[in-house]
C-alpha cells in the first residue's frame, strides 16, 4: 500500500505571530519557516507559548497579528477544518461511545462521506497504525498506547498536509513512551508529511525531531537541526534547558561546556580544582558534580568503568579539564 498522503507542498511559515490574552503576551512576534516534510519539535518550559503556536496553526485560536502561511496560501484567515492541518489531542479527545473504526471514520461522517466509503479509509488508516484487529472495541477497552494509535489514525484520516501533536506522549508510561516515539518518527517517514510536535521533553525532541524549537518567555530563544541545537546553543537558557552542558563564568565571557566532555585528574594536574559535591550512578555512566572558585557547579560525565577504576566521594579534591575545542562560548 502506498501511504504518502502528500499530495501538495506543505511549506509552513509564521511570519511575525504573536498571541495576546488581554494584557498578557503569549506569543511575541515569532518568524519560522518548517523544512517541508519533517519532524519538528517546539520545546521550551510550560507557560513559555508553544501549546499557543501550535493552538494558531492548527486554527484553535486566532492570532492577534501576524499571519500563518501553508503552501503560500495564508490559513490565518480559515477554519481549522479549511486549513490543511490535522491536530491530536493531549488527551486523544476519542468518543466513548463509538467503536474505534467509526471514531476513525468521524469526521468523514460530519463531512457528508457514505457508509461504505468512509468506513473503507478508515479501515485504512488502522492499518497504517496496525489496530485492524481492534476495530470494533470500544476506548475504555484499549490501552493508552492504543488509544493514542486511534486518536493518530482518526487525525490522518483528513489527508493533512500537516499534522500537529500537542504533547502526544505525556500521558504514557516511559516504557511506552519511548516505543511510541519510535512508532511516531517512522509513521512521519512513511507518510512523507511535515510533524509539529510540542513537548517539554528534552529527550523526547532529541530522539524525534530534524529541527528543534526552542521558546522561552514568549520568544524563540533559538531554532535548528536537532544536532545543531544541542552542540551549538546559544544562549545560556538553551544551554541549560537543553540539558547535558555546563555554563561556567570565565574571565571571556560565558561557556557551554558538554558535561562529557569534562574529565577529572589529580588536583594539581587540572586546569581546575574542585571539589566533589555529589554522585550520582545513572547505569552506563556517573554523574560527577563539584565547585570550583566562584562558587560555580561543574558536572562531569563520566563511563561507569571509567569512574569505578578510581572512585571519588563527596569532599574530596580533584582536578577538571577539557579540551578548548570544546568550549562553546554564550552570546546572551
Same mark, same amino acid.
Given at each position: 500500500?502506498?501511504?504518502?498522503?502528500?499530495?501538495?507542498?506543505?511549506? &509552513?511559515?509564521?511570519?511575525?505571530?504573536?498571541?495576546?490574552?488581554?494584557?498578557?503576551?503569549?506569543?511575541?512576534?515569532?518568524?519560522?519557516?518548517?523544512?517541508?516534510?519533517? %519532524?519538528?519539535?517546539?520545546?521550551?518550559?510550560?507557560?513559555?507559548?508553544?501549546?499557543?503556536?501550535?493552538?494558531?496553526?492548527?486554527?484553535?485560536?486566532?492570532?492577534?497579528?501576524?499571519?500563518?502561511?501553508?503552501?503560500?496560501?495564508?490559513?490565518?484567515?480559515?477554519?481549522?477544518?479549511?486549513?490543511?492541518?490535522?491536530?491530536?489531542? /493531549?488527551? %486523544?479527545? *476519542?468518543?466513548?461511545? +463509538?467503536?474505534?473504526?467509526?471514531?476513525?471514520?468521524?469526521?468523514?461522517?460530519?463531512?457528508?462521506?457514505? +457508509?461504505?466509503?468512509?468506513?473503507?479509509?478508515?479501515? =485504512?488508516?488502522? =492499518?497504517?497504525?496496525?489496530?485492524?484487529?481492534?476495530?470494533?472495541?470500544?476506548?475504555?477497552?484499549?490501552?493508552?498506547?492504543?488509544?493514542?494509535?486511534?486518536?493518530?489514525?482518526?487525525?490522518?484520516?483528513?489527508?493533512?498536509?500537516?499534522?500537529? &501533536?500537542?504533547?502526544? +506522549?505525556? $500521558? +504514557?508510561?516511559?516504557?511506552?513512551?519511548?516505543?511510541?516515539?519510535?512508532? *511516531?518518527?517512522?509513521?512521519?517517514?512513511?507518510?512523507?508529511?511535515?510533524?509539529?510536535?510540542?513537548?517539554?521533553?528534552?529527550?523526547?525532541?532529541?530522539?524525534?525531531?530534524?529541527?528543534?524549537?526552542?521558546?522561552?518567555?514568549?520568544?524563540? =530563544?533559538?531554532?535548528?537541526?536537532?544536532?545543531?541545537?544541542?552542540?551549538?546553543?546559544?544562549?545560556?537558557?538553551?544551554? /541549560?534547558?537543553?540539558?547535558?552542558?555546563?555554563?561556567?563564568?570565565?574571565?571571556?565571557?560565558?561557556?557551554?561546556?558538554?558535561?562529557?566532555?569534562?574529565?577529572?585528574?589529580?588536583?594539581?594536574?587540572?586546569?581546575?580544582?574542585?571539589?566533589?559535591?555529589?554522585?550520582?550512578?545513572?547505569?552506563?555512566?556517573?554523574?560527577?558534580?563539584?565547585?570550583?572558585?566562584?562558587?560555580?557547579?561543574?558536572?562531569?560525565?563520566?563511563?561507569?568503568? $571509567?569512574?569505578?577504576?578510581?572512585?571519588?566521594?563527596?569532599?574530596?579534591?580533584?582536578?577538571?579539564?577539557?579540551?578548548?575545542?570544546? /568550549?562553546? /562560548?554564550?552570546? $546572551?
Amino acid at each position: 500500500m502506498n501511504t504518502a498522503i502528500n499530495t501538495v507542498a506543505n511549506d &509552513l511559515e509564521l511570519v511575525s505571530v504573536s498571541k495576546h490574552y488581554g494584557a498578557t503576551v503569549a506569543v511575541d512576534s515569532i518568524d519560522y519557516r518548517f523544512r517541508p516534510d519533517s %519532524y519538528t519539535c517546539l520545546l521550551g518550559p510550560s507557560g513559555c507559548g508553544k501549546s499557543s503556536t501550535l493552538r494558531m496553526i492548527a486554527g484553535h485560536e486566532s492570532v492577534s497579528k501576524g499571519a500563518i502561511f501553508l503552501g503560500g496560501c495564508d490559513i490565518s484567515i480559515l477554519l481549522p477544518a479549511q486549513r490543511g492541518t490535522a491536530m491530536m489531542f /493531549q488527551n %486523544y479527545a *476519542l468518543f466513548p461511545h +463509538l467503536s474505534v473504526l467509526d471514531n476513525v471514520a468521524f469526521s468523514l461522517k460530519m463531512k457528508g462521506v457514505d +457508509l461504505r466509503t468512509r468506513q473503507a479509509k478508515a479501515y =485504512e488508516m488502522l =492499518e497504517l497504525v496496525d489496530l485492524t484487529a481492534l476495530i470494533e472495541r470500544m476506548p475504555e477497552q484499549l490501552s493508552g498506547g492504543q488509544q493514542q494509535r486511534v486518536a493518530l489514525a482518526r487525525a490522518l484520516i483528513t489527508r493533512p498536509q500537516v499534522l500537529l &501533536l500537542d504533547e502526544p +506522549l505525556s $500521558a +504514557l508510561d516511559p516504557f511506552l513512551r519511548i516505543r511510541m516515539r519510535g512508532e *511516531l518518527r517512522k509513521l512521519q517517514k512513511e507518510l512523507g508529511i511535515s510533524f509539529v510536535h510540542v513537548t517539554h521533553g528534552q529527550d523526547e525532541a532529541l530522539a524525534l525531531a530534524d529541527d528543534i524549537i526552542v521558546m522561552n518567555n514568549a520568544v524563540i =530563544e533559538q531554532a535548528g537541526p536537532a544536532r545543531d541545537v544541542f552542540n551549538t546553543p546559544k544562549t545560556r537558557f538553551v544551554a /541549560q534547558f537543553m540539558g547535558g552542558h555546563n555554563v561556567i563564568a570565565l574571565p571571556q565571557g560565558h561557556f557551554a561546556i558538554r558535561t562529557d566532555a569534562v574529565s577529572i585528574s589529580p588536583p594539581d594536574k587540572g586546569v581546575i580544582e574542585a571539589y566533589v559535591t555529589s554522585v550520582e550512578y545513572q547505569g552506563t555512566h556517573v554523574s560527577l558534580t563539584t565547585r570550583i572558585t566562584g562558587d560555580q557547579e561543574v558536572t562531569a560525565l563520566l563511563p561507569d568503568t $571509567a569512574f569505578y577504576s578510581n572512585p571519588h566521594h563527596p569532599g574530596d579534591r580533584i582536578g577538571l579539564h577539557w579540551d578548548a575545542k570544546n /568550549q562553546h /562560548q554564550l552570546t $546572551a
